[in-house]
């Protein structure tokens, strides 16, 4: 979402608090490792899951969790990105496979957050590419959400929020296990919400 | 009841022989470090992935194949040419290394930049200047190809490429290029015995060298600067480029000495021709900087007859067997 908007890639400009425009032709992103908590101790963990999330994709948008009857649960925990073991485990298919362009090809490791578009002033393209699995790049983040509801949970990317903490006239590309990577995958973690 | 148990023990017994048959441990060597379980070895995903190492495809120009630059007479490296040339006439910035006993190996590429065999394929399918191409398109082409189709059918029970088994298979390939059968592997299995100049030669090399080049697969995994000035328009800054770590300047990956003699040109730019010049390198061409390999410090002392007992050493390394193993040559 953007405000309160849904995003559309391409086409769609969103407008910055800071008076500029913006455009998105990219946004995916995974998410790892589900669990469902009751007062802080797991009552639904999902392992080896990982899911490709693809703003051109709406079915990728859906995720289907398939806990016992019954269970009650108070928080949502979850990966954003893929962990360090996952990404020294060689070639992987499904959401993982090196075909959906989330794996760096020059230097092993998959790429958590990909957020391409134009920034209409200053105008430029952007590329954020955020990934990293090593000390001390490691980009990976743990989000933990509380909700009362007990299904569909219906969670929200704030990227007004996310764009509020990228300066686009300085940072326009991160294509590499780095500080900023590091910082902008921290400040991602906070732009998401349960509706 | 009893039959049953006897056809399935001879199923196991036949498995166990055929999986032993694309990859046995040499009897000298440690375990591997690959991951086997993962991407168990059959004769027809070894054939796909034969195919694929040898097949032009991979390139975004339909020119460029892995063998291009990683020949099996040269010990699967591109011998003669200090860099490497991709599609279009490009060239590269490192010397390809020669590819043997992968499944030891944690780490790939001069820098350590790769961390999976599996993984390894992409760098160069993706490189501008080696296959320019990627493996989305490479996928896509080996779908269309009817012989292709056949090939993964037969190797996955799926005539779909996905990324995933297209780079599963050439791992699968890569992974039997063993080579254990040199002349010092036979000296080792107490089948031969060495010349004493070659006797010399490995008393002078484990005296000298083997704390990096560590037998038995004459490297010991690790990154070193070994003193080499560096080349002013590559500016290679090696493992420092694939970690940000300034402790890692100029330090690149140790690479084996199996089958040196036929691998030439020498270091990750390819600068020496000949192993008498790596030798004099050692000896009077340390360039002193913080990150050189401690070993370095003093540089190495060697006679001119002591290089000449270390290279009749070297020579030991070489495997014709493996060179020449029609398993691994072009597939009719």
């Known amino acids: 979402m953007f405000k309160d908007s849904p995003v559309i890639l391409h086409d769609s400009v969103y407008q910055l608090d800071n008076g500029n425009t913006i455009k998105f032709k990219t946004l995916k992103f995974y998410i790892s490792n589900i669990q469902l908590l009751q007062n802080d101790v797991a009552v639904f963990i999902e392992q080896n899951s990982f899911y490709l999330i693809d703003v051109a994709d709406t079915s990728s948008q859906n995720i289907f969790l398939n806990p016992k009857q019954g269970i009650s649960f108070n928080k949502i925990k979850f990966n954003l990105g893929i962990d360090s073991t996952t990404n020294v485990s060689g070639a992987m298919g499904g959401d993982l496979d090196p075909t959906k362009g989330m794996y760096w090809t020059w230097q092993s490791g998959y790429i958590n957050f990909k957020m391409e578009g134009t920034c209409t002033t200053p105008k430029n393209d952007f590329e954020f590419h955020l990934g990293g699995y090593q000390y001390p790049f490691n980009s990976l983040q743990k989000i933990e959400l509380t909700t009362s509801l007990k299904t569909n949970l219906k969670i929200i990317l704030d990227l007004n929020k996310f764009c509020k903490a990228v300066n686009f006239a300085k940072q326009k590309h991160i294509m590499s296990p780095c500080v900023d990577a590091v910082t902008l995958s921290q400040q991602l973690a906070n732009c998401f919400s349960i509706k | ?332």
């Open chain 2, 1 to 332: 009841m009893r039959k049953y148990a006897i056809v399935l023990l001879c199923f196991f017994l036949f498995a166990f022989v055929i999986n032993e048959s694309h990859f046995t441990v040499p009897e000298n060597f440690p375990q591997p470090v690959y991951d086997f379980s993962k991407n168990p070895l059959t004769e027809n995903k070894i054939l796909l992935g034969r195919t694929l190492f040898y097949e032009p495809m991979l390139s975004k120009s339909n020119t460029i194949s892995c063998e291009s630059c990683h020949s099996p007479f040269s010990a699967f490296t591109h011998i003669d040419h200090a860099l490497s040339h991709g599609i279009h006439d490009s060239i590269g910035t490192r010397n390809s290394p020669a590819l043997m006993n992968l499944a030891w190996q944690n780490f790939f590429m001069w820098d350590g930049a790769v961390n999976n065999l599996d993984m390894q394929a992409l760098a160069p399918i993706s490189h501008p200047a080696e296959m320019g191409s990627t493996i989305n398109e490479v996928v896509e082409k080996l779908n269309a190809s009817e012989k292709y189709r056949k090939l993964f059918y037969n190797a996955y029970g799926d005539n779909t490429a996905t990324g995933e088994n297209t780079l599963k298979a050439i791992s699968q390939f890569m992974l039997t290029l063993v080579s254990a059968n040199s002349k010092y592997d036979k000296v080792m299995r107490k089948e031969l015995s060495f010349t004493d100049q070659e006797a010399n030669g490995y008393l002078l090399f484990k005296k000298n060298c083997s704390s990096c080049h560590t037998e038995p697969l004459f490297t010991n995994g690790n990154f070193k600067n070994n003193g080499l000035p560096i080349d002013l328009v590559l500016k290679d800054i090696g493992r420092m480029k694939a970690t940000s770590n300034p402790n890692d300047s100029l330090k690149f990956k140790v690479p084996s000495l199996r089958n040196i003699e036929y691998s030439y040109p020498y270091m990750h730019d390819g600068r020496f021709k000949k192993l008498s010049e790596v030798l004099n390198h050692y000896t009077n061409g340390i360039q002193p900087s913080n990150t050189l390999a401690t070993q370095l410090n003093q540089g190495i002392q060697l006679s001119s007859n002591e290089k000449v007992d270390i290279i009749a050493f070297l020579l030991t390394l070489s495997d014709k067997e493996f060179v020449f193993n029609p398993k691994f040559q072009y597939p009719k």
